[in-house]
């Protein structure tokens, strides 16, 4: 089992930048696939990006390619998101997501608030 916490959200302006990161424990986190997702109000939860566990495979959601970046540091057992180029429709909650061996995502951190303002 897998324990993950999401840090780093708050509120930003339109254009400016923010990195989340999402730390394990509990198991060894180098053998997951790591993903990102969001939740805005009133709106179902959307696939962002998600990372192969030797982070050598990336894939990104067509709204924030180019914008967003998404890495891990297995010796440090974070994910990060860097977000960059942030637009109001940004705005959301992000959670982080552990997919062991290419499995189902069964492993979910509780969220961190994101707020763009225009």
């Known amino acids: 089992q897998v324990q993950l916490v999401e840090s780093g959200g708050g509120l930003v302006q339109a254009g400016g930048s923010l990195r989340l990161s999402c730390a394990g424990s509990?198991?060894?986190?180098?053998?997951?696939?790591m993903g990102w997702f969001r939740q805005a109000p009133g709106k179902e939860r959307e696939f962002v990006a998600d990372?192969?566990?030797?982070?050598?495979?990336?894939s990104y959601a067509d709204s924030v390619k180019g914008r967003f970046t998404i890495s891990r540091d297995n010796a440090k057992n974070t994910v990060y998101l860097q977000m960059n180029s942030l637009k109001p429709e940004d705005t959301a909650v992000y959670y982080c997501?552990?997919?062991?061996?290419?499995?189902?995502?069964?492993?979910w951190g509780q969220g961190t608030q994101v707020t763009v303002s225009s």
């Open positions: 997501a552990a997919s062991f061996t290419d499995g189902p995502y069964d492993h």
């Open positions: 509990g198991d060894t986190f180098s053998r997951y696939k």
């Open positions: 990372i192969s566990w030797s982070g050598g495979r990336t």
